[in-house]
């Protein structure tokens, strides 16, 4: 009994060294297969597929705009053991990093002694810099005193960055730029890419029911009847309904365009208008109803 247990201990044994070896060997045999791109590409290029996944990267700017700081904040506690954050915290082993995005790099900090890596950066830190940095700090400023291997996680990074500058800096979140055209319907105004639904935007139409018909021939109300809206003309005809001077002066006729910033904003598509309506926030929600509205005719 006892030697039909060494002998399956041995044999458990032995598979795992060779497990063992074999990872290694593959782990080897893989890194030497590894392209080298450039550092930054994941995250300035938009649409170019990545080599893990395969999926579109998202910019920084997007993902900055998705970010939530409190994630962030949850996320910051990895860097506290070497940070403080609240205004006028003590240096530790790092800097206090009270309004820190915004500020020179390197600099200042109650006199905390940097690195001649990092303070041969110069600048100031913005968003990119941040990123950057952030994702791989040894990378960033070779001979950094900051010994952290980074946030890979681009997402985790993002949200660490606009609670990094919710504390003291409060700076603007940088445009989201424009995603690529998508080339399908040709309204190169549209919204980035957000492909309409009619049946979904039916239902949203609810809330512009107290104020709108749109059923072909309906009654105007507080606003005007809707049907065949999308195409026609600015603030005309729609059986007399009385349009103010300011929907009146912008003219021209209601195309996808026109009809999301209007719907996007009213007031601020045409400052004095009487559609006492906020605004279809939600730009998903606003390509429904325009797809609704073309729907009707
Ligand atoms: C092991 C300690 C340690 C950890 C963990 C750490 N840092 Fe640092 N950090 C430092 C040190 C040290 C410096 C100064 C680097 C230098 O001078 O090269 C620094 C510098 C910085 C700076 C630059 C400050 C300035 O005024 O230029 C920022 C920003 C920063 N860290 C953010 C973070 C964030 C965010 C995290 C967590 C995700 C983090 N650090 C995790 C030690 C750390
Ligand atoms: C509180 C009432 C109210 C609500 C709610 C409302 N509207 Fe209006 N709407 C108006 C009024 C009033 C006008 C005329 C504006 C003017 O003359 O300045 C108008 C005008 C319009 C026009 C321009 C019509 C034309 O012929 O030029 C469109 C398009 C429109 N609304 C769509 C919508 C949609 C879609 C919704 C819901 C998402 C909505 N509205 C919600 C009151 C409203």
Not at 73 to 84: I, L, N, R, V, Y
Not at 85 to 100: D, E, F, H, K
Request: hydrophobic share 40%; charged share 20%; aromatic share 8%.
């Amino acid at each position: 009994m006892a030697d039909r247990f060494n002998t399956i201990a041995g044999w458990t044994l032995f598979s795992g060294i060779v497990a063992l070896g074999l990872a290694s060997v593959s782990g080897h045999y893989f890194k030497a297969d590894k392209h080298h791109r450039p550092e930054k590409m994941g995250y300035e290029i938009e649409g170019v597929a990545s080599e893990e996944g395969g999926k579109a990267e998202v910019s920084l700017e997007a993902l900055l705009a998705a970010a939530d700081p409190a994630k962030g904040e949850a996320a910051f506690k990895q860097c506290q053991s070497c940070h403080t954050i609240n205004q006028g915290g003590a240096n530790g082993i790092g800097p206090n990093l009270y309004g820190v995005l915004g500020d020179g790099v390197a600099a200042g900090r109650g006199g905390f002694a940097f690195s001649d890596a990092l303070k041969g950066k110069g600048g100031k830190w913005d968003f990119a810099s941040l990123n950057d940095w952030l994702k791989n700090p040894k990378a960033y400023a070779p001979g950094t005193k900051m010994s952290f291997a980074g946030i890979s996680d681009p997402a985790e990074r993002a949200n660490v960055i606009v609670y990094l500058n919710s504390q003291g800096s409060n700076l603007p979140l940088p445009a989201v730029p424009a995603a690529p055209a998508a080339g399908a319907e040709g309204d190169k105004a549209a919204p980035a890419a957000v492909v309409g639904d009619a049946a979904k935007g039916e239902k949203a139409f609810a809330q512009c029911k107290a104020c709108h018909t749109i059923n072909p021939g309906g009654a105007n109300g507080i606003g005007p009847n809707l049907a065949g809206v999308a195409g026609e003309a600015v603030a005309q005809g729609r059986g007399g309904f009385a349009f103010s001077d300011a929907l009146k002066g912008k003219g021209g006729k209601w195309d996808d365009a026109t009809l999301n910033e209007w719907l996007k904003n009213p007031k601020a598509f045409a400052p004095g208008t009487k559609m006492t309506f906020a605004g279809l926030s939600n730009d998903q929600e606003r390509a429904d109803v325009i797809a609704y509205l073309k729907s009707v005719k």
